[in-house]
């Protein structure tokens, strides 16, 4: 059985609640953390449609892009739609989480995944806007277990630093200790001083994997008392953001990367300021309303900006720089939420051994149509 608590805690660790931009609403909306969770359903944006067909799939949970509760409620009642949402998910015992600028920023999130499927390689952040403090881990470990340990530490969120992944330092040395009365030692006897070969790792963690980095670590080391230190390194910091800039691996004709877009977003129409001679190489991307961003993904020296809910003052801010510009939609680039949080759980779900269902909506909550 897995409750609520749980699952808001394996959702933090694909977008922690920490990351979300300050205006931000992210995280439980309503909901009670003891209830037993046995089926998720994923939707981009949550209105009572999308309650009717959790209730219709007995999903106990909804988890959505888009918070319910965004700037404030003064009143819960059946005038407004918010308020009929939420009245229909307390009284089915329905519970509601979202994840929004979390989610965009999250290394592994939405705009990261919008670049894979656009074929955006060596992407890096567009608008930095978090500064995630690292910290330093030194642990030591048995001979025979270095290995096994350092794996589980990049797994669990180690050892970045910029583009390079895994990076440790590792020392081999002497390790001794004394097992006290009441021990039960992995290696050497009660009473007697043992010297063990011991390695010592060093790797840094960003502040937000920490807890799962710990966590981890002592799970997979083989002492009862594991020897580690963990300290703030003051003057190194990564940095969080929204939107990436990288590269194709061969340049296109704004024409045919535009096909590209549509076929792998499943777009009926693009709409695209630009030359569609000009050869894209560097593209930037901010999946939902990214607009804002305009000027730096030209300053950056993108050939390309793809984003969504462009207004004509800023598509022709766009001209003004000369900079190729696709408005893919809000949607059309948000959708992809389903199957980013769908296939994560999945692998959690494998991984643990747990026992839930997850469902994808399958409500068209987009406003828009084509004609
Ligand atoms: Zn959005």
Redesign the pocket.
């Known amino acids: 059985m897995i409750n609520l608590q749980q699952i808001v805690s394996i959702m933090s660790k694909l977008a922690s609640h920490r990351e979300a931009l300050e205006w931000d609403n992210v995280g439980l909306q309503v909901g009670d953390y003891n209830n037993e969770i046995k089926k998720i359903l994923v939707a981009l944006d949550i209105n009572v449609q999308i309650v009717e067909e959790a209730l219709e799939k007995n999903a106990d949970l909804i988890i959505t892009?888009?918070p319910l509760i965004f700037n404030g409620i003064d009143n819960i009642h059946s005038q407004t739609s918010k308020g009929r949402t939420i009245i229909k998910a307390i009284k089915n015992d329905i519970a509601i989480y979202s994840t929004h600028t979390n989610m965009d920023i999250a290394e592994g999130g939405l705009n990261d995944l919008l670049a894979d499927k656009l074929n955006i390689l060596n992407t890096k952040i567009l608008s930095k806007e978090n500064e995630i403090e690292l910290y330093k881990l030194a642990v030591h470990t048995p001979y025979e277990n270095a290995e096994e340990i350092r794996e589980v530490l990049f797994n669990k969120g180690a050892g970045k630093i910029g583009n390079y992944s895994k990076t440790s330092f590792t020392i081999k040395g002497e390790g001794t200790f004394l097992p006290g009365e009441d021990t039960n030692p992995h290696i050497g006897k009660k009473g007697e001083i043992e010297k063990v070969d011991e390695i010592k790792i060093e790797t840094v963690i960003p502040e937000n994997k920490v807890d799962n980095v710990i966590r981890g670590m002592l799970k997979a080391h083989p002492y009862e008392e594991v020897a580690y230190d963990i300290y703030k390194l003051p003057y190194q910091s990564e940095f969080k953001g929204i939107g990436r800039i990288g590269e194709l691996q061969n340049s296109l004709s704004l024409k045919e990367y535009s096909e590209i877009i549509k076929n792998k977003l499943n777009i009926e129409k693009l709409k695209i300021r630009g030359n569609m001679e000009d050869k894209i190489k560097k593209v930037a991307i901010c999946s939902?309303?990214g607009a804002d961003f305009i000027s730096l993904a030209n300053a950056k020296g993108a050939d390309l900006y793809i984003t969504g809910d462009v207004k004509y003052h800023e598509a022709q801010l766009a001209e003004a720089l000369d900079l190729n510009l696709v408005d893919a939609g809000?949607f059309e680039t948000?959708i992809i939420f389903k199957e980013l949080v769908e296939k994560y759980f999945k692998k959690v779900k494998e991984e643990n051994k747990l026992e839930f269902e997850i469902s994808i909506s399958n409500i068209n909550t987009n406003p828009w149509s084509y004609l």
Do not use: D, F, P
Request: aromatic share 0%; proline share 0%; hydrophobic share 15%.
């Open positions: 892009h888009h939902g309303a809000h948000e």
